[in-house]
């Protein structure tokens, strides 16, 4: 089993509509968990943290279970501007070198 | 934005010759990273530094060395480039280690080996 895994997409949604991505990890010791965003030809910048009890910042609504080992990221009302590359990323659990970054699922919001 | 950059943002160098891509941050992060992203793979992990004159390997640590003589430079060389390690390289920054906080990125290099 890979380390994070995402479906890669594209997903290809109408502007206005709800669109939801799942990301899977298997290091039960992981205990942090982000969403990145990344636009083409473009750094990955943070989206939103993961807390355990889910937590929600404007259109965006991000939850954990940890007992599935599994992060999903709600997009409500999507935007043009929402259309990216979103990246589920989560700690090693340990040791300096922080991060696994799942490859990434491919939005494209359609006007 | 984190102050983050990265020299040269672009660079096509020939196979056999020598590469050094610098990272500079203002923001005084302890932790730096560098990463390479290739179709297919996402982001992986090359090398990081947990202080001055620390640092590690990642999981694709082949062929590159890194040197942090100062808080806010970390340089990842490449003694004799290949076709392979043409990539678009990612450093990144973070206060603190073990992913418990988000990591910051550079706006990459994007380095062509012919």
């Known amino acids: 089993r890979k380390e994070v895994e995402q479906d890669p997409g594209p997903f290809n949604v109408p502007e206005g509509a709800t669109v939801a991505f799942n990301c899977t990890y298997s290091n039960s010791a992981s205990q942090s968990f982000f969403w990145y965003r990344q636009d083409c030809r473009k750094e990955p910048k943070l989206l939103m943290s993961v807390y355990s009890s889910g937590n929600e910042d404007g259109r965006f609504t991000a939850q954990l279970n940890r007992a599935s080992q599994y992060i999903s990221l709600l997009i409500r009302d999507s935007k043009l501007s929402d259309s990216a590359t979103y990246l589920c990323?989560?700690?090693?659990?340990?040791?300096?070198?922080?991060?696994?970054f799942g490859k990434g699922t491919h939005l494209i919001i359609q006007p | 934005d984190a102050g983050i950059t990265q020299s040269p943002r672009h660079k096509v160098t020939e196979t056999g010759t020598p590469v050094t891509l610098r990272c500079h941050q203002t923001?005084?992060?302890?932790?730096m990273y560098w990463y390479r992203q290739d179709p297919g793979h996402g982001l992986r992990l090359i090398h990081y530094?947990?202080?001055?004159?620390?640092?590690d390997k990642g999981e694709v640590s082949d062929g590159y060395s890194v040197s942090r003589s100062k808080t806010e430079d970390f340089l990842l060389t490449l003694e004799s480039a290949t076709s392979s390690q043409t990539s678009v390289y990612f450093c990144a920054i973070s206060e603190a280690g073990q992913g418990s906080t988000q990591q910051f990125f550079g706006p990459g290099t994007r380095l062509t080996v012919l």
């Open positions: 990323v989560v700690s090693r659990g340990g040791g300096a070198d922080g991060l696994t």
């Open positions: 923001e005084n992060h302890r932790y």
């Open positions: 530094s947990y202080g001055v004159k620390d640092t």
